[in-house]
């Protein structure tokens, strides 16, 4: 029996974002249900070398099958400049929780790209306006790709803005779409006036306010991951109906992260979390729903939903690198 290795080809080969997406729900609503388990993200902080890992396991329970993993994830900074790596690193340890076999070891970086944007997909399927057909996204960095790849799976967009300081990588996005959709570059209230937005950016002090939104555009808020993060105004998050992925970890190191712990924002101000919203004991958008918030922080149980999606799809088409890692034999 062998454990497969699958690096960030095969993951963004295998991780085909309809399947990521249906899986992703799945895993939202199996933890509504009650059917995970999700100890809170652990952190060992490196002030020393400006940096941190995250420890992410996580178990889940489906209707039609269930899986175990853990992810080992970094942010550091200075990689790119210092050491020419990447500031995100992870990797995904997939394991077949009736044995525990590890099944497959896999690139957790790109795979925390595709299930981020799934999971942007999925609030917006239940958020977001019916006939949406317009995505703004602020912040031009390696995530802007991907929310728009996933949420074009679920939203027939048409037309694109992309908000950044850096032109360059403005052009590089643009470049990237110009042939699918109708791409340009925007200011922030421009890609915000879209029927969706997206925002994927790191800062500390907000850079959203409440007229830089339509009437009734469904906001992804991805960029805040740590304490102190935080992209949309405190005026918009209180006037907007606000779905959470978790309470633990949004209070924590979400965009509510900052309000929330100031007394801004409080727990009547949550509408739901999205596992409510799909399993359908919170309603999701009506005709009275103005503005939404997805308050996405990435859940341990979206990795391991994403990565069976990548195992089973590799293992089917008999790709991957085997290797004998438990030292039981070859055999499968």
């Not at 497969?4 to 509504?32: K, M, N, P, T, W």
Request: glycine share 8%; charged share 25%; proline share 5%.
């Amino acid at each position: 029996m062998n454990t497969l290795l699958l690096d960030s080809d095969d993951v963004d080969d295998y991780a085909r974002l309809d399947g990521v997406i249906d899986a992703v729900e799945q895993a939202f609503a199996a933890f509504e249900r009650g059917d995970t388990q999700m100890p809170a993200k652990s952190y060992i902080d490196l002030p020393q070398y400006n940096g941190d890992f995250r420890s992410m396991p996580a178990y889940l329970s489906t209707d039609e099958w269930d899986a175990a993993g853990l992810k080992w994830v970094n942010v550091h900074p200075d990689n790119p400049e210092d050491h020419d790596l990447p500031t995100v690193l992870g990797t995904m340890i997939y394991s077949d929780p009736e044995t525990a076999f590890p099944k497959a070891i896999m690139d957790g970086t790109t795979l925390t790209m595709k299930r981020t944007g799934a999971a942007a997909a999925v609030a917006t399927d239940y958020l977001a306006v019916d006939d949406a057909s317009s995505l703004g996204i602020v912040g031009a960095g390696v995530q802007s790709y991907t929310q728009l790849d996933a949420i074009s799976e679920i939203r027939s967009i048409e037309e694109v803005v992309v908000s950044d300081p850096d032109d360059a990588r403005v052009d590089a996005f643009v470049d990237a779409y110009d042939d699918r959709f109708d791409v340009r570059s925007g200011s922030i209230s421009e890609a915000g006036h879209c029927d969706i937005l997206s925002t994927v950016t790191p800062v500390e002090d907000p850079i959203v306010g409440p007229d830089d939104v339509g009437d009734h555009t469904h906001i992804n808020a991805i960029g805040a991951d740590a304490e102190g993060k935080h992209e949309l105004a405190d005026d918009l998050l209180q006037a907007a109906t606000i779905v959470i992925d978790d309470h633990e970890q949004c209070t924590h190191s979400g965009e509510i992260n900052v309000p929330y712990h100031e007394g801004v924002l409080t727990d009547d101000d949550i509408h739901a979390e999205i596992g409510e919203v799909v399993v359908g004991s919170k309603p999701g958008r009506t005709d009275e729903t103005g503005v939404t918030v997805f308050d996405s922080t990435g859940l341990a149980i979206q990795d391991v939903a994403a990565a069976h999606v990548v195992y089973e799809n590799a293992r089917a088409a008999g790709e991957g690198q085997p290797f004998d890692l438990v030292g039981v034999g070859d055999s499968d």
